[in-house]
């Protein structure tokens, strides 16, 4: 961005918070919308840019009433406007509400639809700090990235690096949901054990059955099984453990968790979702929700061929999707697979749809079909 050339340059705020699990953006927004407004600022100044959107998703009404309001005082402060604290550059922040659309989290649908069109993913090259909102080099972050950068500054990029794990440095808005017994956010070292988070600190589950599984990283994230959660929660290490960290969201399943249900629900939430724009996202999880349920209720010589047919939907979703919504769905049914293979046993007919997962916390009171 700062070596970008071009007549205006603007600074993105990603804070369209859909995945199923995560409020971090909201709480900031909500209850500390200064330190959000000071990073952006901050991210303007140094590559040029005079111009800032924040992209919030509709369902959050309180927190952008409350940002419309910090950036009223914060320019009648001098800290935005015409002429930034006497510093002769200009940076106006703007805030845009979405229509409720879960791939407008993606940097370049949501480049779409602040520009009033329709929430679709760009191809990309170019990327958007050369060529993002109106063609113009554009920087997008969430904002706990933004929020993050006051407290950088004045400690030390030594001091922020000290805490966290490996390559993952700093900290992370940890978010504990679901079948849980304390909800709410945790913020800790990148790399703390997720077994201390959903344990320690969310104290296991609600109804206070066993831990069968917990998702990580939203509903495009992996599925762990209860033993495997003694993973330190990094980039590096939940990608090595078949998962990903995502936005930090963690929800929680007791031993009435049935993996099938959720697999199919992956494939259901991305049918739905897709913007539709490339064929990988838009057939590949429809074909998916069609082949799961023949795993799960159809004549048990079709099963073997339904599991290939699933793996090739998997791969091919996985390998030609535009953007991470496609990209990512294999992963939840993958892991179900690989880590709860039983649950995917024929369940000698019925209903292959069961209870709708989004009910209730989570899909945290979804039962098992009977073997």
Not at 45 to 52: D, F, Q, S, Y
Not at 155 to 184: C, H, I
Not at 194 to 216: I, K
Request: glycine share 16%; aromatic share 6%.
């Amino acid at each position: 961005m700062l070596e970008a050339q071009a007549d205006q340059k603007f600074v993105a705020g990603n804070l369209d918070e859909g995945d199923s699990g995560t409020f971090a953006d909201r709480i900031l927004a909500e209850g500390d919308p200064f330190t959000l407004l000071e990073g952006m600022a901050i991210a303007a100044v140094a590559i040029g840019a005079t111009e800032g959107y924040l992209y919030v998703r509709s369902e959050y009404p309180d927190a952008i009433a409350i940002l419309g309001e910090a950036i009223s005082v914060a320019t009648a402060e001098g800290y935005l406007g015409e002429d930034v604290l006497g510093s002769g550059r200009s940076f106006t922040v703007h805030v845009r509400r979405g229509a409720g659309a879960y791939i407008c989290g993606e940097e370049t649908s949501m480049l779409e639809s602040i520009e009033g069109r329709r929430g679709e993913v760009r191809a990309k090259p170019p990327i958007p700090a050369l060529s993002g909102l109106w063609g113009r080099p554009t920087v997008v972050n969430n904002v706990l990235t933004f929020a993050a950068v006051p407290a950088i500054l004045t400690g030390g990029g030594e001091t922020y690096a000290a805490a966290g794990d490996g390559r993952s440095r700093g900290t992370q808005v940890f978010q504990l949901a679901g079948n849980v017994a304390r909800g709410g956010l945790v913020e800790a070292d990148l790399g703390t054990d997720l077994r201390e988070l959903v344990e320690g600190f969310g104290g296991g589950t609600r109804s206070g059955r066993p831990v069968r599984a917990v998702q990580v990283g939203g509903p495009l994230g992996a599925y762990l099984p209860a033993a495997g959660l003694d993973v330190a929660a990094g980039y590096e290490t939940l990608a090595e453990a078949g998962g990903m960290l995502g936005h930090g969201g963690i929800v929680v399943f007791d031993d009435t968790f049935d993996a099938a249900r959720m697999a199919r629900f992956a494939m259901e939430f991305c049918a739905a979702e897709s913007c539709g724009k490339c064929t990988p996202c838009r057939v590949g999880s429809t074909r998916g929700v069609e082949t799961i349920d023949r795993i799960r209720v159809g004549p048990p010589a079709e099963r073997e061929a339904a599991l290939v047919l699933l793996e090739d939907l998997c791969t091919t979703m996985t390998s030609g999707s535009l953007c991470a919504m496609g990209g990512l769905t294999p992963m939840p049914v993958r892991s179900a697979l690989k880590h709860f293979p039983e649950d995917f046993a024929p369940a000698g007919g019925g209903d292959a749809t069961g209870p709708d997962p989004r009910a209730g916390a989570a899909a945290a009171s979804t039962t098992r079909s009977a073997p």
